[in-house]
């Protein structure tokens, strides 16, 4: 059975950081393209970043490039979002995903983790 679990969410003030944690299991992790995903109330959800089978390559939307760093650990099946100088607008659920089909496709999701920003 496939387990994405996400942690490392959390209430901040906005110039503030989190990194947030996703531990999966049940797939070869090591296989799958992996993504972080988000969805603020009200809002379409929305792809904030990818990240190749090895990490050598990652995308990023542009309100997340530059401050956003999408990593991944192969040897401990577990993928990371690192997010610096974040403002009220990142508030959202973020959800890790796995296995992408198609570009903005992803077989496996995660329950998601709130991540609120506060001015």
């Known amino acids: 059975q496939v387990q994405l679990v996400e942690s490392g969410g959390g209430s901040v003030q906005a110039g503030g950081s989190l990194k947030l944690s996703c531990a999966a299991s049940g797939y070869t992790f090591s296989s799958c393209r992996m993504g972080w995903y988000r969805q603020a109330l009200g809002k379409e959800r929305e792809l904030v970043s990818t990240i190749s089978t090895s990490g050598t390559f990652t995308t990023y939307t542009d309100s997340a490039r530059g401050r956003f760093t999408i990593s991944r650990d192969n040897t401990k099946n577990t993928l990371y979002l690192q997010m610096n100088s974040l403002k009220t607008e990142d508030t959202a659920i973020y959800y890790c995903?796995?296995?992408?089909?198609?570009?903005?496709?992803?077989?496996?999701w995660g329950q998601g983790t709130q991540v609120s920003v506060f001015s």
């Open positions: 995903t796995a296995c992408q089909k198609s570009p903005y496709v992803y077989t496996y």
